[in-house]
């Protein structure tokens, strides 16, 4: 039997090559925790962290070694639950931190992780194929449209009618952080630019409360919105989404910032998404993504999961009824530093659709010349 002999992260953070904001934060850099765990017989195994903050996470991912230490290495669920079990109360007092869940969850994940890319490479087949999915392309859209100091209202427009010309057939738009007016303003620009054929999604970062959201979809539905994505402020839950589905026939997307499944579930449940948006690398890893998927899918709610389009592609590809598509940026190098560089291999993103290939695991190859430039 193969045992957890190591686990260690690696941070890593790259400047961006102009800082940017969405409705919800400014970024100057984008950063990572790469995660990785080795077997007794010698196989090492990645995941990726996508949260903040960086170091809080890594030191979770460094405490949980100890726990994870000689468990057996295919035995993920067995992991997962018992680093999962450490955050409830115990009898010997040793529940951790409340404070500490969401980097706690986060580095659940990227032990996780690491744990499905060993169970791949140990079988010699793909992730995708451990879940019985055929290596079909899976379906991508261009994130674009960040707000840069400096920038006319309406350079959004250029930028997502950029991405239409490098392939891609659907695109998604930052939006929330101005006025009501100016973004649809932005909006009917971008939709005038890309043209009528093209699918265009809003991610508005959680920039609205009930009745002004409910505004802002009605001001914005004569452009063809595929979603709202995170329309309603971080507080509100699914019974308020339920009344925003009830006011608006755009579609309502929703998951990345929930942290376990049963949040995730109450959200599919309640009937008010269309779309959900689980990310592995934020929060709970692979493990809980799977179990979010097939949540949705029992619902008929569509898996389109935010950001790493190289993990996550295995997931949707598993989910021939139900998976819609993975998120991928439309100008990588600015927005995405980390994953443009840190992969010397990985599935590849062209004509709209990330192509998997069939080496063992997620697929995946680190540049370590690569991590230990950008070390942090
Ligand atoms: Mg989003």
Known sequence: MSRIAAVRVYPIVVPLRRAHRTAHETRADASMALVEVRTDDGIAGYGQVSSTPLKDVCEWVTRFAEVVTGM?????????????????????????PRGARPQIMAAIGGIDMALWDIQGKAAGAPVFRLLGAENKPVYTY??????????????????????????????????GAASMKDEVARIRATREAIGPGVSLMLDMNAAYDLPACIEFARAVEPYDIVWLEEPLHWYLQ???????????????????REITRFTARDFIASGAIRYIQFDATR???????????????????????????????HLVAAFPRTGFAVESHGAPEDSDPVSTGLFAERAQVRDSHVHMNEKPGFGIEVDWDFVKKHGA
């Open 72 to 96: 057996d290495a295919l035995a993920y669920v067995a992991a997962w639950d018992k680093l999962f079990g450490l955050t409830s109360p115990r009898v010997d007092g040793g529940g951790l």
């Open 142 to 175: 261009a994130t674009g449209g960040y707000y840069v100091e400096g920038e006319k209202l309406t350079a959004c427009a250029d930028e997502l009618a950029g991405f239409v010309a490098n392939g891609f057939t659907s695109v998604k738009l930052k939006t």
């Open 238 to 256: 699914p019974a308020d989404f339920a009344r925003l589905a009830q006011a608006t026939p755009i579609p309502l997307a929703h998951g990345e």
């Open 283 to 313: 929060y709970a890893g692979f493990t809980e993504a799977l179990r979010v998927a097939h949540i949705a899918d029992e619902h008929g709610v569509m898996i389109s999961p935010h950001h790493a389009p190289e993990l996550h592609c």
